[in-house]
């Protein structure tokens, strides 16, 4: 029997120059990258120490005004709410009208004998109000009054007078309402 030997090796074909360049320099290219990205580690580890100090103070500093704004937070929620009624207080008054020449009217009626312990009157010039007398002749002259008004003056309209009740002190109480001339509105 005879031997036959195969031979497995290819044969070497020589690289061309560029493959030759890059088997020299891609080593020294990759080593040099390597060592390039392990300074960057290290000066970017020793950059965070540095700052890690600076950051934890920050955030010392932030937690203690935190907790300052926590304690404040209260009165600045009573400054904002008073803050917003006041601006719709002002809103209001801004848009309301003046009523003050329709009370001091009900105020400058004659009062001997009469007590008025409330009055109200809206928008729209209605008036109403709740009286008090010490007497019938004191009663009789305040609605002789207020007719008067009505008729000569023209700044009362539409008077309405609610059911007279006489109290256990002798007083009669009444409620009248009436439409107020439009101009004491303004």
């Known amino acids: 029997m005879t031997k036959h030997s195969v031979n497995l090796i290819i044969k070497k074909d020589d690289d061309s120059l560029l493959i030759k360049r890059l088997k020299k320099y891609l080593p020294l290219t990759s080593g040099i990258s390597f060592l390039i990205f392990i300074i960057a580690t290290v000066v970017t580890y020793i950059f965070l120490n540095g700052n890690i100090a600076e950051y934890n103070s920050l955030k ?3 937690t203690v005004l935190e907790e300052r704004i926590k304690s404040q937070q209260q009165n600045e929620d009573i400054y904002i ?3 917003k009624t006041l601006t719709g207080i ?3 008054l801004f848009l309301s ?3 003050n020449p329709v009370l001091s009217e009900v105020i400058n009626l ?3 004998g009469i007590t008025i312990p409330n009055a109200s009157c809206d928008k729209l010039g209605n008036l109403s ?3 008090v007398a010490s007497s019938s002749s004191k009663l009789d002259n305040f609605i ?3 007719l008067n008004k009505e008729t000569k003056s023209k700044l009362y309209s539409n008077m309405k007078a609610g059911g ?6 002798g007083n009669y109480s009444m409620s009248i309402s009436l439409n107020v001339d439009k101009t004491l509105l303004k």
């Open 60 to 62: 010392r500093e932030v």
């Open 81 to 83: 709410s008073t803050g």
């Open 90 to 92: 002002e809103k209001i």
């Open 97 to 99: 009208i003046n009523f």
């Open 110 to 112: 004659p009062t001997e």
């Open 129 to 131: 109000f709740k009286m």
């Open 144 to 146: 002789t009054h207020l």
């Open 164 to 169: 007279i009740v006489r109290n256990e002190k």
